[in-house]
């Protein structure tokens, strides 16, 4: 059983009370012990970082470049003997985590390659004056990470951070803590103490490292209401604050789209991590003249799933992460079928007799969704999926936008000029052309993020790396 503790100053820390993580595919089978943070500790992580920043701010940009490299290749050496612990405590696949590895190696590779010519000043000069608009380093940055891609989602915050001269204290989830702390305490070992801290806990961990007055700027990946009460705290300092808040992403299918090709790549938009991230595809919109032919089609790639524990061989699908996830998904299907909505569960369950121990559901599919329904208005977050009828490109560009949230959205067709005019009229920080994610060229430099409710800033791209500088503007006057 493994046991993690809090990390400071390249330390393991020793608290007096520790969470048990259990796996959400087998209550019975615990996984390890979850160090819990003080109000104390996260002072000290805090404090150890704020001192490292002192000499981290003023290494030179090479040299802080070089480490972040060899992190990198840490990560992917590391990947095989982390990955089943990843898939133990979160419930996603084995290949799931790889996957996660590897792009949050890229992830560190891009933000070095993009830094060297980000971090240059600008100067301009006339007969008058001389001008510098210089980069500086922010100081200590809070990252607080969900549990659904913890591993990318803490390189998306670290890398930038500590490339830029910050110093950062990592806060993961409790519901997946485990796999990216060890990998950060491979990681922390080559950079000098307190540039990378790590401390663990619930709301008051959180609490007590966002109003911290050393916290110079938080990053958080997660929901609206921690989100809501981070910006609170945050406002007693004036701290800056990055957010990524998850969306209610629409797949708009139009009447030319080869449904043959698609099918395959909007299902794994859609069921990915068993819907638990949150660029999935949440809603489909569909005209009425293809509707019965791709529901059709729909409905045979998604009985292709085998839903099971994710270590268990021949598994496609696994459980959702945590109770209140699962409970919610639940309720949520209950009162769609209530609506008097059509809702089909899909999919095989591998070991029925195993369900009752874990947090199990089968992808299921809501047929001719009302577009004002409960489960086409809010992020679901999991697996389920409405699909909605549409009679004009006007009236799914409409209800497309209908929500509050803004993360990405997809478009699919067979003409590529006619796609684009479509997403060029979505309400989204990203949209994707017949595919459902981002392309390798994409991750590097698409700026990572939403509009509305989906979150304030971004991350990835050189957009990116602007959330954690300070600008500084020099005026030499020459007369």
């Known amino acids: 059983m493994i046991k993690t503790e809090l990390l400071i100053d390249n330390n393991d820390v020793a608290t007096s009370e520790y969470l048990e993580v259990n796996d959400p595919g087998n209550f019975e089978e615990r996984v390890g012990l979850l160090a819990q943070a003080t109000k104390s500790q996260v002072d000290q992580a805090v ?15 090479q040299t802080r470049s070089e480490l972040l490299l060899q992190a990198a290749g840490i990560l992917e050496a590391e990947a095989p003997h982390v990955i089943e612990l990843m898939a133990r405590e979160s419930g996603m696949l084995l290949t799931i985590n790889k996957a996660e590895i590897g ?22 000069e006339d007969a008058a004056s001389w001008v510098s608009i210089e980069k500086r380093p922010i100081g200590v940055i809070a990252g607080i990470v969900s549990w659904n891609a913890p591993v990318i989602l803490t390189m998306r915050k670290l890398a930038p951070a500590l490339v830029c001269g910050n110093t950062i204290v990592i806060k993961p989830s409790p519901f997946a803590a485990m796999g990216i702390s060890l990998l950060l305490k491979k990681m922390a070992a080559i950079f000098p103490p307190g540039v990378i801290n790590v401390v663990h806990g619930g709301a008051e961990v959180g609490d007590a490292l966002t109003r911290h007055p050393l916290i110079r700027k938080i990053s958080f990946t997660g929901g609206a209401k921690v989100a809501e009460a981070i ?12 957010f990524e808040l998850g969306g209610n992403d629409p797949a708009i299918i139009l009447d030319d789209a080869d449904i043959e090709d698609l099918m395959p790549k909007l299902v794994g938009g859609v ?5 638990q991230f949150c660029f999935a595809v949440k809603r489909i919109y569909v005209p009425e003249l293809i509707y019965d032919r791709f529901f059709t089609r729909l409905i045979e790639e998604v009985a292709k799933f085998k839903v099971g524990h994710p270590l268990a061989t021949g598994v496609t699908f696994g459980p959702m992460n945590n ?9 949520m299907i209950d009162r769609t079928r209530k609506s ?8 095989e369950k591998l070991d029925p007799s195993t369900w009752d121990g874990g947090y199990y559901l089968l992808p299921a599919v809501v047929k001719h969704a009302s577009p004002d329904l409960e489960v086409v208005l809010t992020e679901q977050f999991g697996p389920v999926i409405p699909v909605v009828s549409y009679r004009t490109e006007t009236d799914v560009i409409r209800m497309a936008n209908q929500t509050e949230l803004g993360l990405g959205s997809s478009v699919w067709s067979s003409d590529f000029d006619r796609a684009l005019a479509v997403a060029r009229q979505l ?26 409710q989906s979150g304030i800033g971004r991350e990835s791209s050189e957009i990116g790396l602007g959330e954690y500088v300070e600008y500084h503007g020099i005026n ?3 007369i």
């Open 340 to 347: 008097g909505a059509e809702v089909i569960e899909l999919g």
């Open 47 to 61: 404090t150890s970082a704020h001192e490292a920043f002192k000499s981290w701010s003023r290494t030179d940009l």
């Open 271 to 275: 069921f990915r991590r068993s819907g």
């Open 231 to 242: 910006m609170k705290s945050a406002a007693n300092s004036i701290k800056d604050v990055q």
């Open 476 to 478: 030499y006057h020459k």
């Open 427 to 452: 309400e989204a920080g990203m949209t994707f052309i017949n595919q459902a994610g981002t392309s390798r060229l994409g991750q590097k430099n698409i700026p990572f993020g939403g509009v509305k």
């Open 323 to 331: 109770r209140h996830q699962y409970q919610f998904i639940k309720d």
């Open 103 to 124: 792009m949050a190696a890229n992830i560190v590779r891009d933000n070095v390659e993009l830094a060297a010519e980000f971090l240059k000043p600008k100067q301009i």
